[in-house]
């Protein structure tokens, strides 16, 4: 059973996290990637994930894919009990996440059943295409002549992340106006799109 916590900013709704999930997350394994925000220049929110995370009760394993060889990215992503993946740019991540072939084994081990936690670029990637996300990230800036858009369609939907949130507020309207052929589901930075199972929903922090 698939279990998919999906979100624009971790820190902000971690609290939900426990909630939503069948198993405790107590003495917990969490692969910890941080390879989308490793050119940004302001990543505090990586950081701000990390403790979020150490406050859950979970134990963090590093996992730097553009550091790592393929068989150490193996052996982690199987090894772990779940997986995280911070924001930044959504397109540098799923070239690497490609390159790597990380993609494949996050696919693998999150259909059979492994915990995932997306945030922003995190929760994108597992649309079936990412090419709606070029107004909130610029797709050339770390990966000139990226052209193929598609992602890890793990889940038949396309997250708008920071919805209403600063300061995305215009490019997330936009992302939405111009992609209504889509099945968006916007989430603000304090939402959660759960997915358990064939059951989703969007949870919000009160």
């Known amino acids: ?24 997350l107590h003495g917990k394994i969490v692969a910890f990637i941080p390879t989308a925000s490793i050119h940004e220049d302001f990543n505090q929110y990586v950081e701000d994930g990390r403790e979020a995370l150490v406050s859950l009760g979970l134990t963090i394993k590093e996992l730097e894919i553009t550091q790592c060889e393929q068989k150490e990215i193996r052996e982690v992503l199987r090894n772990c009990d779940c997986i995280y993946i911070t924001g930044g740019n959504t397109f540098f991540l799923m070239q690497e996440l490609r390159r790597t072939g990380t993609d494949r084994l996050i696919v693998e081990q999150v259909e ?80 959660a799109i759960v997915v358990i199972g064939d059951t989703i929903s969007i949870q919000s922090k009160r």
């Not at 998919?4 to 971690?14: D, G, M, P, R, T």
């Not at 670029?121 to 598609?150: Q, R």
Request: a neutral charge.
């Open 112 to 191: 059979e059943g492994k915990l995932y936690i997306g945030e922003s670029a995190g929760a994108m990637v597992f649309a079936p295409n990412i090419e709606y996300a070029k107004k909130m990230d610029n797709h050339l800036s770390m990966t000139p002549g990226f052209n193929d858009f598609t992602a890890l369609g793990i889940v038949n939907f396309y997250p708008v992340v920071h919805f209403k949130s600063y300061p995305f507020e215009e490019s997330t309207q936009t992302v939405i106006r111009e992609n209504r052929h889509l099945l968006l589901k916007p989430i603000t930075n304090k939402q």
């Open 1 to 24: 059973m698939r279990e998919i916590f999906l979100c624009s900013y971790f820190a902000e709704v971690a609290a939900l996290l426990p909630h939503s999930i069948p198993n405790s």
